[in-house]
């Protein structure tokens, strides 16, 4: 059973990912909300949002949002969980283009989607640095029901300190890189990650794949439930 760390008091909870932590929209006066001020596409405005710290349930689905406004497109990340004792679900929503989204992607396929999961956006500033450390800590439960089981990036061994599955590498050394070819590596390597996400993840959580993975647990002889999304 989902729970975010504060009520927020709608059916479908939208929790935008921004400034290190959870955002529902709210109005201003109201006493949770808190302000900010936000900038894109040559516009800027004001927003008062519910923030919160994190966000734990059960994955039960993921999918990609496209839209338009004023005359923009974008895509979203939205994350969804099963609903709380409230009958209440949050919606953990991110851009794609964010670092946000993009570690969140990185680390789906090493999510045990049959168990609860806490994710907690974070950005902060390490001394003697000029950029923030910014990405969503995913853990799984311990022993003790505490989340202190981290969900790695699926795409890098940190010990060998190299990309795996697939994920792209520069076509020319470290040093030969421009500023160009590394904008246009990183846009290629994110367009790869949605893609691997969109045909191996995505469709975990249709009714045709709940039931082909129930039906290669039993021919397996595992519990049929296991490690399936709910």
Do not use: C
């Not at 302000?35 to 040559?42: D, F, K, L, V, Y």
């Not at 570690?103 to 999510?111: A, G, R, T, V």
């Not at 907690?120 to 640095?129: A, K, N, Q």
């Amino acid at each position: 059973m989902s729970k975010i760390e504060r009520d927020l008091g709608a059916n479908k909870i939208y929790l935008k990912i921004v400034e290190g932590s959870l955002r529902q929209k709210s109005q201003e006066g109201n006493p949770e909300a808190i302000r900010r001020e936000w900038q894109a596409g040559g516009e800027s405005g004001i927003v008062w949002e519910i923030p919160s710290k994190a966000a734990y349930g059960h994955i039960t689905d993921v999918s990609f949002y496209e839209g338009e406004k004023d005359g923009r497109r974008f895509t979203t990340l939205n994350i969804a969980l099963d609903e709380d004792e409230n009958g209440k679900t949050p919606i953990l929503t991110a851009g794609i283009d964010t670092k946000y989204a993009q570690d969140i992607l990185k680390k789906l396929p090493n999510i045990k989607f049959d168990q609860e999961v806490r994710l907690r956006p974070y950005s902060f500033l390490p001394e003697g640095e000029d950029r923030n450390v910014v990405g969503v800590e995913i853990t799984h439960r311990d022993n003790m029901e505490n989340f202190t089981l981290k969900v790695k990036d699926f795409f890098y061994d940190s010990e060998k300190k190299e990309s795996k599955h697939g994920y792209p590498v520069p076509a020319k050394e470290r040093e030969e890189m421009t500023s160009k070819d590394w904008k246009r590596y990183f846009e290629d390597a994110n367009d790869f990650v949605i893609e691997y996400i969109k045909e191996y993840i995505v469709p975990k959580f249709s009714k045709e794949g709940r039931e082909a993975a129930a039906l290669d647990n039993v021919i397996d002889d595992k519990d049929p439930l296991s490690e399936i999304p709910f």
